[in-house]
RNA sequence: UGGGGCGUCGCCAAGCGGUAAGGCACCGGAUUUUGAUUCCGGCAUUCGCAGGUUCGAUCCCUGCCGCCCCAGCCA
């Protein structure tokens, strides 16, 4: 596994454990990242997945991967290998701990029927509406089901013929027996066993009764020996309810410990609507780029390194936080300025014309790959008298402080020679359609003596440049907080993609994809590994680059 | 107005009775054939508010205020 570095910060659970370790009251650390299979990971996963590897990592234990797939009408197979790679992807090794809760099913069941010997579970039969009825409020006790003082007897029999497949779904329930007046919602009898007539993924129609989440998730940490269950902050009053399940049934007791879940400025982070947001279209899938999801992230071309600098950089506390979403972005840029290699393309062109340099010439320049990391080589970049530039490198009158191209002025073509703009040609309408140069052929790679040209802009040869498809992304949407309103849906961002047409230089048409380059003075662009054709790469946006002229302006 | 949590710089976040780490952002300045990168420097007399305990409190106590979570046969 690589090991970027690790400014080992401290947060408040590595200082819990390391206090256990050393008190004695733990001789070893086991974790787990415990996902439904019921949808794609997002980059809220990856913060608990990385904490959650990154604690047995740095402790010298191990970290599980179990899949808690106690509903199987929402989960499938498809999900399961998805997120398996999405960790993977991460750089993350579950070792021979690959787990699934339904491997416990047959152990959960044997609990179940414990209980109920022991007094401490009954079957309902009351409708959900009843159930919902009385178990009270926030502010008033629950009342006592009808059904809470079954005999064992009965219990066991009902529970088993639930087993049996001879009841429809809901028609009973197997529920823990505690205290229907606890101030804490979770312990006012929660439900243990539902009847569900489901298909599921690993077990097939071996079960007609599946064990709910609260009955699985603690006993099943248990069964694998986890020392520390680091979980969201939602799951803080469960905790009783696991204790007191773990208590009754006399079994190992993992320490739960929670953390406050990421919230991404811009993006909506909840499986729900992520799913709603493929099924409705909104977006081409879980993998478009613009989804808060690993795959998306993937395909827009975020290098796994980054994500993982962004998890270790935001920190782990207990208070609700909201990231920026600039700070997941500034990571992204952060490594990819060390491994992308420089290209030169051009997204909105204007003509220049070189006057001096002859028309039937072609100059194949030599042009760094990286102009930091020489190890990385050279590419040939083909000049000629007629090239394209970058529309807004060119104002007709400028500001002072706008060193690019304007009438009468210099400047430097990126891995090329001085040009100065002789002639500004209009058509009817007086836009600018072309630019009159001059060259100053004695500055390929070096300086002209007396005098300094500051601005630097990219080019491509006209002739030799290629079309490429390039799609523009931006954040999906444009409220910080897209829950604020109504309905998240109207704060979709409408020009979260453009498509539009660069003008690239040649050798790029052979890219790979997944590959990211930067584009000289615009930004890093990954090819698309959907919709690329060998020849023919289509290139996502990953980010921009930071561009302190444009707050300047 | 039941219960469980949380409030330290613009955003994260250390700190756990001895006098405010770090990162990101931001602001200067240097280098630069990317207005990028890199580099150097600056950036909380103050820890939600008000009292109290103490020689000393962000850390302990009390009371306020603000915010988050919980009433699925979802996880």
Redesign the pocket.
């Known amino acids: 596994m690589s090991t970027p570095e690790r400014?080992v910060?401290?947060?408040?659970i590595r200082?819990i454990i390391t206090e256990d370790l050393e008190s004695g009251k733990r001789d070893q650390v086991v974790t787990r990242f415990p996902p439904?299979p019921n949808g794609y990971l997002h980059i809220g996963h990856a913060k608990s997945f990385s904490l959650n590897f990154g604690l047995a990592e740095d402790f010298g234990g191990c970290c599980h991967l179990r899949f808690?797939d106690?509903?199987p009408l929402?989960e499938n197979d498809e999900f399961v290998e998805a997120i398996k790679a999405d960790v993977r992807w991460l750089g993350f090794d579950w070792g021979e701990h690959l787990h699934f809760a339904s491997d416990y099913f047959d152990q959960f069941y044997l609990w179940a029927v414990q209980l109920i010997k022991a007094g401490k579970a009954y079957v309902d039969s009351?409708?959900?509406e009843q159930?919902?009825e009385n178990?009270g409020?926030?502010?008033k006790p629950g009342v006592d089901s009808p059904y809470r003082d079954r005999s064992r007897e009965e219990n066991l029999e009902l529970l088993e013929k639930m087993k049996n497949g001879d009841f429809p779904?809901?028609a009973h329930?197997l529920r823990a027996k505690i205290d229907m007046s606890s101030?804490?919602?979770?312990l006012r009898d929660p439900?243990m066993y539902?009847?569900l007539h489901a298909h599921h993924h690993r077990c097939g129609d071996q079960w007609c009764i599946?064990p709910?989440?609260?009955f699985a998730h603690g006993q099943g940490d248990s069964i694998e020996g986890v020392t520390y269950s680091i979980c969201t902050?939602?799951?803080?009053?469960?905790r009783p309810l696991y204790d007191w399940f773990i208590q009754e049934l006399g079994i190992f007791a993992p320490q739960q410990i929670e953390f406050?879940r990421l919230n991404l400025s811009y993006t909506v982070m909840s499986k729900r609507k992520l799913l709603q947001l493929v099924n409705d279209k909104h977006v081409s899938g879980w993998d478009d780029p613009r989804m808060p999801t690993l795959v998306g992230m993937r395909r827009r071309g975020y290098p796994p390194e980054a994500i993982r600098t962004f998890c270790e950089?935001?920190?782990?506390?207990?208070?609700?936080?909201?990231?920026?979403l600039?700070?997941l972005e500034?990571c992204v840029r952060?490594q990819l300025?060390q491994t992308a290699f420089?290209r030169q393309a051009v997204l909105d062109p204007i003509k220049v014309t070189i006057a001096n340099y002859p028309a039937d010439k072609v100059e194949e320049l030599d042009a760094p790959n990286?102009?930091?990391q020489p190890d990385m080589g050279i590419r040939k970049l083909p000049f000629s008298h007629e090239l394209y530039i970058e529309r807004n490198d060119f104002m007709e009158d400028p500001p002072k402080?706008?060193?690019?191209l304007a009438p009468g002025r210099e400047v430097?073509l990126?891995?090329?020679y001085i040009i100065k703009c002789e002639e500004v040609i209009k058509d009817e309408n007086g836009e600018v359609v072309e630019l009159k140069c001059s060259a100053d052929l004695d500055?390929?790679?070096?300086?002209p003596v007396g005098r300094k040209v500051k601005?630097?802009i990219h080019w491509v040869s006209a002739e030799q440049a290629k079309e490429v498809e390039v799609r523009l992304y931006d954040r999906l949407f444009n409220q910080e907080n897209p829950d604020k309103g109504e309905n998240y849906l109207e704060a979709l961002n409408p020009e979260s993609m453009q498509t539009t047409t660069a003008l690239i230089e040649p050798e790029l048409l052979a890219a790979e994809p997944g590959t990211t380059f930067?584009f000289?003075?615009v930004g890093y662009f990954t090819v698309d590994s959907e919709d690329s054709q060998r020849g023919k790469p289509v290139f996502n946006r990953t980010v921009t680059?930071?561009?302190?002229?444009a707050k300047?302006k």
Do not use: C
């Not at 500055?443 to 300086?447: A, D, I, Q, V, Y």
């Open positions: 400014p910060s401290s947060n408040f200082t439904e808690d106690t509903n929402k009351q409708t959900a159930m919902r178990r409020t926030l502010t779904d809901g329930i101030p804490n919602m979770n439900a539902r009847i599946y709910m989440y609260d902050l939602e799951f803080e009053d469960h406050a950089r935001i920190g782990v506390g207990r208070g609700a936080s909201w990231i920026d600039s700070v500034e952060e300025n420089r990286h102009p930091q402080k706008f060193f690019r430097r990126r891995n090329g500055t390929l790679g070096k300086n601005g630097i930067q000289e003075r680059l930071r561009d302190t002229w300047l």
